[in-house]
């Protein structure tokens, strides 16, 4: 699909410096900009590639001022790296609009389905399934009885979402994803084997949830594991069972969450961080990568390390930490000193 700079402009109010006519069918990098593509300078440390790119359009700021001619036609926009971020949306938008059923799919007929929907080839939709407006599901997904799946939302290849749960509006569930599997719940009798504890509850996703790919969300044992609207979850993720995750909150890759444990609103959570069961972290906290979080956390802490401590403290202790040799050989020789 190709676009002229005027239209580019239209869509984000922006003023045409060129040939409004030249037209673009792809986006590249500044400094690997090729005829027909389109690019953007936001920040100046790339002003030098201006002029040496051979993308036909690029959107730049207002200030922008070029210090000699700019190949390329340029539109002026009053926030180029935000105008370029709405570009990509529409444009993501328009390269995943499908409608219609393929064929085959196994859609039962207890399901029901709202307008302008897609469910790509090879997917199953089980019984009593209800899909919302302008829902894509794309092809080998499996859509357990009972799921919901509310309006705009997106299931891409091979998601699997078990029986019972419910997807919200304006939702991305990424490949890979499985929402509603069994919470690792197991007794131990008295010769030490272990019975698997039945979990009945399911999951709810709220609004505007993003989940990445090969992420795993467990069904809760009894009432749900909920996710509450705009939470980010990145890619190979685990929340167990009855977990609970407060608005906004962003989390990391590789990341577990242990069953029942709450987590606040707008947390910001590193990869690769370890989180204990049957606590409850507060709104607003920051976890750096790796730490092992094993105690409650009050609203705005910043923690690092494992286990982890306040992130002020771990800093100053790393620094004792590296010396730690050198402090020891300090304290023998004192040691040493004391009797001669």
């Not at 709104?283 to 409650?296: E, H, L, P, T």
Request: glycine share 10%; aromatic share 8%.
């Amino acid at each position: 699909m190709k676009f002229t700079a005027q239209q580019i402009a239209d869509i984000l109010q922006g003023e045409v410096v060129g040939n409004p006519d030249i037209e673009v069918s792809k986006l590249s990098k500044i400094e690997e900009g090729t005829e027909g593509a389109l690019t953007f300078l936001a920040n100046s440390k790339y002003n030098a590639y201006i002029y040496t790119t051979k993308a036909s359009i690029a959107i730049v700021n207002k200030s922008f001022i070029p210090d000699t001619d700019v190949q390329a036609t340029l539109i002026k926009v009053d926030d180029a790296y935000k105008s370029f971020s709405k570009l990509l949306e529409y444009y993501n938008e328009i390269k995943n609009t499908k409608t219609g059923i393929e064929s085959p799919v196994f859609l039962s007929d207890s399901a029901q389905h709202g307008e302008n929907i897609y469910i790509g080839a090879f997917s199953y939709i089980g019984e009593n399934v209800r899909i919302g407006d302008h829902v894509k599901i794309y092809p080998n997904t499996y859509i357990g009885d009972n799921v919901v799946i509310d309006d705009h939302s997106t299931i891409f290849s091979g998601a699997k979402i078990y029986s019972d749960c419910a997807i919200g509006r304006h939702c991305v569930i990424n490949s890979g994803v499985i929402i509603g599997a069994d919470g690792f719940g197991f007794v131990p009798n008295e010769e030490g084997v272990y019975s698997k504890v039945p979990q009945i509850g399911n999951v709810i996703i709220e609004d505007h949830v993003e989940i990445g790919a090969a992420t795993t969300i467990d069904r809760a044992t009894l009432g749900s594991t909920i996710i509450r609207s705009g939470v980010k979850l990145d890619n190979h993720i685990q929340i167990a069972h009855n977990v609970e995750i407060g608005k906004n909150t962003v989390i990391a890759a590789q990341t577990g969450v242990a069953g029942s444990t709450k987590i606040g609103e707008n947390c910001q959570i590193g990869g690769q961080v370890g989180i204990v069961g049957h606590i409850t972290i507060g709104n607003n906290v920051k976890i750096q990568a790796q730490s092992g979080i094993g105690r409650n956390v009050k609203d705005n802490e910043m923690l690092q390390g494992s286990p982890a401590l306040p992130y002020g403290d771990f800093n100053k202790s790393y620094v004792h930490f590296k010396n730690l040799p050198k402090i020891i050989k300090n304290i023998n020789d004192l040691e040493k000193n004391k009797w001669e």
